[in-house]
């Protein structure tokens, strides 16, 4: 009989902020990182429309930033999560393109990073089906998201419902230790950890236990109604729209009724809230200031609109090179193939001998 596999190194595991501290390194002082340079990252987004700014600040610049920062970054295209709720073949197949397409515009170094499509890696399905065995209905049915889901008119499917499993097979399968999530996600990866342990007490020490990192400050990103910004809500802001698209997106922004150059409150502004997001402190105090001076709202808008054809303009020119070199994006993801089923692979085996599959 093979024998079993070695323990998870310790250097798998998150350590907190302080302990493997190197004071020289270069992201000691980032206060976005507070774990152990040793780690891993995963992060995943469903193919399921074209991004926007919510997208952009919750998600994909935290995840760009991190991708240097740890020790691998795995960028996922959850395609078979989307399925859940896209139901049109070709609109999904076109998503996953654009979505891939953006990440790399915005920054994703293939060289530092691995970026694959979730179907190409078989194990999430077999994983998905392993942990399932050890996951109690209680767990799943306190799931918010699944309750949200079908309120907002999702089709109340086994898939919906079982979607946290699925999501802990995704973040298990790579030994991730550190899982950057919005503050409505932040639930799915606790179950994972709950899952996780539960597993490790049935059948020993197996897997790392992640952690969710929510930025604070772009916890939620306000849509056009003040609401979260979602595609459900029909709210968003693009992030590679056209000019004059995304130019009525802001200039179609709800503000109370104060007059022109009456005191606007910064805090309670989404136009506000929303632009300082672009800004470092000091600018983003100074634009506070100009709200509270009076700050006509129409000028507010146009500042705001301004402000992000300028941020983005390199990457939509980024973008519109890369949808050129369509061979390149396909080569780009089979190499991230390869390179995930790699350790996912290695995973699940562990899984399976500590299960008694093999």
């Keep these: 009989m093979t024998p079993l596999p070695e323990p998870l190194p310790a250097g798998r595991q998150a350590l907190p902020w302080g302990e493997g501290r190197k004071e020289d390194s270069p992201v000691a002082n980032s206060p976005l990182f507070h ?97 399932s065995t050890v996951t109690p209905m209680g767990l799943l049915e306190r799931a918010v998201s699944y309750k949200e889901k079908v309120t907002k008119g999702i089709a109340a499917s086994v898939g919906l419902f079982t979607y946290p499993i699925l999501m802990t097979a995704d973040i298990l399968l790579y030994r991730t230790d550190l899982v950057p999530v919005g503050k409505d996600q932040k639930q799915h990866v606790e179950i994972a950890r709950d899952i996780a342990l539960k597993f490790n007490n049935a059948y020993g020490e197996t897997f790392v236990l992640p952690e969710p990192q929510i930025q604070k400050e772009v916890a939620v990103v306000p849509g056009t109604d003040g609401q979260k910004m979602s595609k459900s809500y029909g709210n968003t802001i693009p992030l590679f729209g056209e000019e004059k698209e995304i130019k009525k997106a802001i200039m179609g922004i709800v503000t109370d009724s104060k007059e022109a150059h009456d005191p606007k409150d910064p805090d309670t502004c989404t136009i506000y809230q929303i632009h300082r997001l672009f800004l470092d402190l000091p600018g983003a ?39 050129k070199k369509e061979d390149e994006i396909h080569d780009i993801l089979q190499k991230g193939a390869k390179k995930a089923s790699g350790v996912a692979s290695e995973t699940l085996e562990r899984v399976k001998r500590a299960v008694g599959l093999i």
């Design 285 to 323: 105090k100074a634009l506070a200031e100009e709200y509270r001076n009076g700050l006509p709202y129409g000028d507010a808008k146009r500042q705001l609109f301004e402000q992000c054809m300028e941020y983005f303009a390199p990457m939509r020119e980024r973008r519109s090179i890369l949808q």
């Design 35 to 131: 774990y152990s340079i040793r780690m891993r990252v995963l992060s995943g987004f469903q193919p399921s429309g074209k991004f926007h700014l919510g997208n952009y600040f919750g998600s994909i610049r935290p995840n760009i930033e991190f991708q240097k920062k740890s020790d691998v970054s795995f960028f996922m295209v959850a395609d078979l999560h989307s399925l859940t709720s896209l139901k049109d073949p070709e609109e999904l197949r076109s998503s996953m393109r654009d979505n891939v397409l953006d990440f790399l515009a915005c920054g994703l170094d293939t060289e530092h990073s691995v970026l694959f499509r979730q179907s190409d890696i078989s194990e999430h399905a077999e994983l998905t089906w392993i942990l």
